[in-house]
């Protein structure tokens, strides 16, 4: 595995993205919490066990959190304590995770590398992302993406269900994990605002590419680097993906059924341990 180099690399800033996206989220109500982001994986809210993850990381020093809001805000002692004692840098969510990415981004520094990921992403690891920031950096490009081939996540962990992105050369799931390298890159969040609502209907975020790769890929015949190539286009600036081997990368909290999935995860029943 690669590792981050402390004497020439800035370190990245963390951003954690923990709002909800709507008044009442499925998997608030099912366990119980004041909002996703607190709902309980091992017995700790998830938040804090990405928050974690990330401070252990080699790779990045300052921690942005978008979310949750204010009133969710005194659920949570250990949450509440981190954000008083300055711990994390806290800021009030947005209407959407775009919009909430697309502020918090404009508060940091143009100078620091972004890692952004999401309250949900409940397994993930300082070794996740050690390697992830590491590979992202090597990569020379503006905006980097994690991402884990389909199969290694449904050999991993059978019967859990995972949205796969289907190209000519292979099946992919994201990550949530994004690496923004360079200040053009953080226009990014804007595309993200007009896709998000199909983010699990793969055909439609191609199509934003143009009718042309819309048909190469519902025909098999659009690559993931090809995608990758156009969207750079569209956008203006490079974006590159890394390929994980952590199939756990792919795995977030989207509905109840996952919440319940991760906690069979974290209690051994089921697929490789978190580290």
């Not at 800033?13 to 996206?21: P, Q």
């Not at 995770?97 to 620091?112: K, R, T, Y």
């Not at 490079?238 to 319940?260: F, N, R």
């Amino acid at each position: 595995m690669m590792a981050c180099s402390e004497e020439i690399e800035t370190p990245f800033t963390g951003l954690v993205l923990a709002g909800d996206r709507g008044p009442i989220d499925p998997v608030a109500e099912a366990t119980g919490a004041a909002c996703k982001a607190l709902s309980p994986v091992g017995g700790r809210p998830m938040v804090l066990r990405v928050l974690e993850a990330l401070e252990a990381s080699g790779c990045v020093g300052e921690l942005v959190l978008s979310g949750p809001t204010r009133e969710a805000l005194p659920a949570s002692e250990e949450i509440r304590a981190g954000i008083d004692s300055a711990r994390w840098c806290w800021r009030e969510p947005r209407s959407s995770p775009s919009e909430s990415a697309g502020e918090a981004l404009a508060s940091i520094s143009p100078a620091s590398p972004v890692l952004l990921t999401t309250a949900d992403h409940a397994l993930l690891s300082a070794e996740i992302v050690d390697h992830f920031c590491a590979w992202a950096r090597d990569a020379s490009a503006d905006l980097v993406v994690g991402m884990v081939r389909y199969d290694d996540v449904m050999c991993a962990f059978p019967g859990m269900r995972r949205t796969g992105i289907r190209f000519r050369d292979d099946t992919y799931c994201g990550c949530n994990l994004f690496a923004f390298l360079s200040p053009a890159a953080r226009g990014a969040a804007e595309f993200w605002r007009r896709i998000e609502q199909d983010r699990k209907k793969p055909w439609r975020m191609i199509s934003v590419l143009g009718w042309c790769p819309l048909l190469r890929y519902v025909s098999g015949r659009l690559s993931l680097d090809d995608a990758l190539g156009l969207l750079s286009r569209r956008m203006g600036f490079s974006i590159a993906k890394v390929m994980l081997p952590y199939p756990q990368a792919a795995v977030d909290v989207d509905k109840p059924s996952d919440w319940e999935f991760v906690e069979r995860i974290v209690r051994g029943e089921v697929g490789p341990q978190p580290s």
